[in-house]
């Protein structure tokens, strides 16, 4: 059924993914963001009338529509990845996956890819109110399309609303709600889409400081902080809510993820929350280089308990209880989980030797057992386990996990502070001269990039090595390929990504310069 | 509504909903057709502004018709998803790295501090409009001609050459389709100019390029069309599931739907329309009815091949690994709850329709590019 997995064409697959994805990533959170900044700046504009923020809109809809276009480039080879270096996976989990694939495409992509065109050419071709309608559903559909994509995610992280069909070896979907609403997917959802906020946010300020620091444009880049500041500060609230949130949901489906991006080996009651932590490097198990303690770390008590479980003293696990098991907190032990997963494997292969052979009987005998509640809860729950070689391989990249993991909810507190102070100099009117503030505006540009980055590897890297949730390792779902194959498309999308990269950042680097135009109607060329 | 249906006729909607958005998606390649053009047509740096930008209100809905494609097929037969990505890697990979450089294209061509310079995003332009006809072309080819796949118990995929789908060049049929895509998509990408861009040396070389692209997508269409009807099909007995080779399965198949033939012939009369209306009339109409035709031709050809008990990817390493609605397709749950989202589509298209009017009322000229505040 499996056979020799090659372990550095999974390396390589993976590989390839993370970068697509990252690259993908880059790119996103501003669109997310940005299209709604551009519709409160254009809805004032149309209740104004006022051209200076005409001015306004069209400047950041130049800088959107670069951003927006590479994108779209790396954003098509992700849909497609599925399937060319995934395709086990895209069988296993096509009938659930596949729809929030189809719906974003159907739903979201022709509204963004419609009216982004009247956004860009329809100034003149369409009323005001058509065009303001045009950004929003520009920035709803953008958002849309995220929704459905971290919906497929979100399954992949906690799989709901299925059931496994053993005549067709896939998983099933039983209930469209259940996948769509599931707790995961909506803070999923509300996370990534409230980051992109967040970022957008960012960005818009960063740019503006610019101008101030420049003295050019002071009323463009008052303006324009104005808005920012008030949507990043909301958005930056709203973040910490359904980021804790979110943890709280990893903490009870993904508890190996919790562990790992909180750096806790043993777990233990009233569990504390480390705030700043510096992993050994020397402390190493010989066994797996993931288990390593800490040189220094800053522990606030029985925090961990409370933001897993509400609750200051509940038992939060940590790796070595999720991988050797704890009789008295009921966790059972990966070896027991892997011996499990190969029992429902072995049925599931007798199932189908049997149907091979026609042997009808035995095959309807061998379906009823493996769909029984009891097999289900008991061994099917733990199919991918049966797929690992070794409980080490269940532990994902501590390291990088704890210190992305930190670094992300640091600089998150950080941005909350950011606006605060934005905010308060645009009320003020001090803004101007807070040059300080301003030089730190620029660089928090490049801090919200590294955060955002930072929050994705925190959900893909702490997952491993799951495609699927205890359904699915990676070294199951890849595709049979050469590994030389992937290496030669990891090479070139690397390279072909990294030089629109350059040339994206260049572009938009010389729009920036040349700043905002004004024409006859206050628009900009 | 879609609860009562019987499985195989969610399989048959659903065939006919992918069908569809696959003969949009060769309609729209259009923007492809049109970018192989643009220095063929385009002799001035105005003239080559006015195609780009012509083409470039509308590149998105090529790209986003294909992504539909990609994540419709995968909802409703996610097996035919699993086995061609995952299978004929290599054809998939260069299709996407052609898509790839497209998309920045437009909007970088024309930036100052460009990195590539103007003219590599112009190249990268006709990459994508040649070889992203070309091989979509090929690789649908491959549902009438076969592909060396098995598929194991778990139905994974094991392709069964090293070339991962490059081998489908082997196989003239296939590339007549290529190659009929690709003059196709120039003759509705010259239709186009004819039909939204207001120069009169744009106007006169469109219908040059319509005559000269015209000659050779008979050639080739004509071939694969008669081999098509010649050629022995892969048919498969829905009591047993199994699958054989059968002579003249697509004629077969022909005869049996009458509705579709009928569809069939009046998209190559409207296509043909379409090409002569522009150089026997001077209309500027041609692109709807060489487009309309396209649609009817595309969508009855992929109908042709799924349809009448035929297997839609067939495989010619293990016959019985062949795909066909039925073995390819999601469940009965998913395939109803896709089918209330399929609702969506006409709405859809009818926003798509008011866009276009709004911004095709007047034609494209060197006046709007010199005014206009977005121009790529």
């Excluded at chain 1, 729809?99 to 003149?124: D, H, K, R, V, Y």
Aim: glycine residues 8%.
């Amino acid at each position: 059924m499996l056979e020799s997995i090659d372990l550095s064409l999974v390396n390589w697959s993976r590989a390839q993914f993370a970068l697509t994805a990252m690259y993908h990533w880059i790119f996103v959170p501003l669109t997310l963001g940005i299209t709604f900044i551009i519709a409160f700046m254009e809805t004032i504009y149309v209740k104004t009338g006022n051209p200076e923020w005409k001015k306004i809109t069209k400047f950041w809809m130049t800088l959107f529509g670069i951003n927006f276009a590479i994108g779209v480039a790396t954003g098509i080879i992700l849909e497609f990845e599925f399937g060319t270096n995934w395709s086990n996976y895209s069988w296993f989990v096509g009938d659930i996956f596949g729809a929030p694939l189809a719906i974003e495409g159907i739903l979201a992509f022709f509204m963004e890819s419609t009216f982004i065109a009247i956004m860009f050419f329809g100034w003149n071709k369409v009323s005001k109110k058509v065009h303001l309608l045009a950004t929003w559903l520009t920035a709803i559909g953008a958002n849309l399309s995220a929704l459905w994509i971290l919906v497929a995610n979100a399954w992949m992280q906690m799989p709901v609303g299925m059931q496994f069909n053993p005549e067709t070896a896939r998983n099933e979907m039983v209930s469209f709600w259940d996948v769509l609403f599931s707790p995961m997917a909506v803070d999923k959802f509300l996370h990534t889409t409230s980051s992109g906020f967040v970022l957008a946010a960012i960005f818009v300020i960063g740019i503006s400081a610019w101008f101030l620091l420049k003295r050019r444009e002071i009323v463009f880049a008052r303006k324009s902080i104005a808005i920012a500041a008030v949507f990043g500060f909301v958005s930056s609230i709203y973040l910490v809510f359904t980021g804790d949130s979110s943890a709280r949901n990893v903490a009870q489906n993904q508890p190996m993820k919790f562990a790992a991006f909180e750096g806790l080996y043993n777990g233990s009651e009233g569990a504390g929350l480390i705030a700043l932590g510096l992993m050994s490097t020397t402390d190493t198990d010989p066994s797996n280089e993931n288990l390593m303690d800490f040189n220094m770390k800053i522990e606030i008590p029985n925090v961990l308990s409370y933001m897993a479980y509400m609750d200051w003293n509940a038992f939060v696990p940590g790796v070595n209880d999720l991988i050797r098991g704890n009789e008295k907190y009921g966790i059972m032990a990966a070896t027991e989980k892997m011996e499990r997963g190969r029992v429902a494997i072995e049925k599931l292969k007798e199932f189908k030797e049997a149907k091979k052979s026609g042997d009808e009987a035995l095959a309807a005998s061998l379906k009823t057992e493996f769909m029984s509640p009891d097999f289900q809860e008991n061994y099917f729950k733990y199919f991918g386990y049966g797929y690992i070689s070794d409980p080490n391989m269940l532990i994902p990249n501590v390291a990088l996990s704890f210190y992305s993991f930190h670094l992300m909810v640091g600089l998150g507190m950080y941005f909350i502070l950011f606006f605060i102070l934005a905010f308060l100099f645009v009320v003020k009117g001090t803004l101007d001269r807070r040059r300080g503030f301003l030089r730190l505006a620029i660089w928090t540009i490049p801090m919200a990039y590294i955060a955002s980055q930072a929050g994705w590897i925190v959900a893909e890297v702490g997952r491993q090595p799951w495609v699927i949730q205890d359904l699915m390792p990676t070294l199951a779902a890849v595709t049979k390929i050469s590994t030389s194959a992937v290496q030669v498309t990891f090479w070139l999308f690397a390279a072909i990504f990294t030089i629109l990269l350059i040339a994206e950042i260049k572009i938009m680097l010389r729009q920036i310069k040349i700043g905002p135009k004004i024409n006859e109607e206050g628009g900009h060329n | 509504m879609f609860e009562s249906l019987s499985h195989l006729a969610l399989q048959q909607y659903w065939w006919i909903i992918v069908s569809l958005l696959g003969a949009l998606f060769v309609f729209l390649t259009f923007v492809q057709g049109g970018q192989t053009l643009i220095y063929t047509i385009g002799k001035t740096e105005t003239e080559r502004t006015m195609l780009v930008n012509t083409l470039g209100r509308k590149w998105e809905f090529t790209f986003t018709t294909l992504v539909t494609f990609g994540g419709a097929f995968f909802a409703s037969f996610p097996l035919f998803y699993a086995t061609s990505f995952g299978g004929a890697y290599w054809v998939w990979m260069a299709i996407l790295f052609f898509f790839v450089i497209q998309a920045v294209s437009y909007e970088y061509r024309k930036k100052p501090d460009n990195l590539l310079g103007a003219k590599t995003y112009e190249i990268f332009l006709i990459l994508n409009g040649a070889f992203g006809t070309i091989l979509v072309g090929t690789a649908v080819g491959t549902f009438f001609n076969g592909a060396m796949f098995s598929l194991n118990d778990m139905n994974n995929v094991l392709w069964q050459t090293p070339f991962r789908g490059l081998e489908a060049v082997l196989t003239f049929h296939n590339v007549a389709l290529g190659l009929s895509v690709f003059f196709l998509a120039r003759i509705l990408g010259a239709l186009y100019f004819i039909n939204s861009v207001d120069d009169e040396n744009v106007l006169a070389r469109s219908k040059k390029q319509v005559l000269y692209n015209a000659i050779p997508f008979l050639v080739f269409f004509l071939y694969f069309l008669i081999w098509l009807v010649l050629k022995e099909g892969f048919a498969y007995d829905p009591a047993t599931g199994n699958v054989f080779m059968e002579k003249y399965k697509y004629l077969h198949n022909l005869i049996a739907m009458p509705l579709l033939t009928v569809l069939l012939l009046v998209g190559v009369v409207a296509v043909l329309w379409g090409i002569a209306l522009p150089l026997l009339k001077g209309g500027s109409k041609g692109i709807w009815f060489a487009g309309g035709g396209t649609v009817l031709v595309v969508w009855m050809l992929f109908l042709l091949a799924g349809f009448n008990n035929t297997a839609f990817y067939p495989s010619n390493y293990d016959l019985q690994s062949s795909l066909t609605i039925q073995t390819a397709s999601s469940s009965h749950f998913t395939l109803t709850a896709m089918s209330y989202v399929s609702l969506f589509v006409p709405f859809v298209i009818a926003y798509i329709w008011w866009f276009w009017r709004a911004m095709n009322t007047k034609k494209i000229d060197a006046k709007e590019m010199s005014e206009e505040s977005h121009v790529y």
